[in-house]
């Protein structure tokens, strides 16, 4: 895939890694759009990387129905979806309640699923696209206090193969991108991204490897791969 004047729409990119991966992008030619639930911050993001932004929530349908409405008019189609919105609920097994797993699922699992949904149709259309979900180190193995998260990102490693066997005969390629941890907002109450130490993450390892992926020829594609810190102790 060509990253230049590609059209490539991705979620939850107010900040951290969706962020940092609109801003390589765009810088790279193409043409992006990201969704965010946060009106302020998103346009702040915008500005920053030269995005379009689309205020919406991956976990309801009409937001994700509105977000296609919106890009398409826009860009006029679609190549690449990165499924990259989440949220993270750390809690004991025996702590987490209903809402906690409704919640995490409705934006990690139930967003991408839905968003995929209706980029599917259009890739097959078109004759091929790509979707790329944002996993985690978290989908291989858990963790104490992970109950929730974990589960989600398991759910969405399964989800993923589903799609590469379903899709590949579309000339689809699906593709699984697990950062361990990164220094991100991420389960931080007031969204307030962290600055990472020397020895952790930064959103911009993941973009980078977002961007590898993806500018692979069409023929090949990476169906999984994990990111981890060199030396995180």
């Not at 390589?24 to 992006?32: I, P, S």
């Not at 980029?119 to 992970?146: E, Y």
Request: hydrophobic share 40%; proline share 3%.
């Amino acid at each position: 895939m060509k990253l230049k004047d590609s059209k490539i729409l991705l979620t939850g990119g107010s900040l951290g890694i969706g962020k940092a991966t609109a801003k390589l992008f765009v810088e790279n030619g193409a043409k992006v759009g990201i969704t965010g639930r946060d009106r302020d911050r998103l346009a702040t993001a915008a500005e920053e990387t030269g995005a379009f932004p689309i205020v919406a929530d991956v976990s309801r349908q009409e937001d994700i129905d509105r977000t296609y409405d919106v890009f398409l008019g826009e860009f006029g189609g679609l190549d690449c979806l990165i499924n990259n919105a989440g949220i993270g609920r750390w809690r004991k097994s025996h702590e987490a309640t209903l809402e906690d797993f409704g919640d995490v699922f409705g934006v990690n699992v139930y967003g991408a699923a839905l968003m995929a949904a209706r980029a599917i149709p259009i890739f097959q259309q078109k004759g091929g696209g790509n979707i790329v979900n944002i996993g985690s180190t978290a989908a291989l193995k858990g963790f104490d206090g992970g109950t929730v998260y974990a589960a989600t990102k398991f759910a969405l490693r399964g989800m993923t193969q589903c799609w590469q066997a379903e899709l590949r005969k579309y000339n689809i390629r699906v593709f699984l991108i697990n950062p361990s941890e990164v220094a991100t907002a991420i389960g931080s109450p007031d969204r307030v991204e962290r600055e990472a130490p020397p020895n952790k993450l930064r959103s911009i390892e993941i973009a980078h490897s977002i961007k590898s992926v993806l500018e692979m020829d069409d023929r090949g594609f990476i169906p999984e791969l994990s990111v981890w810190a060199t030396n995180p102790w």
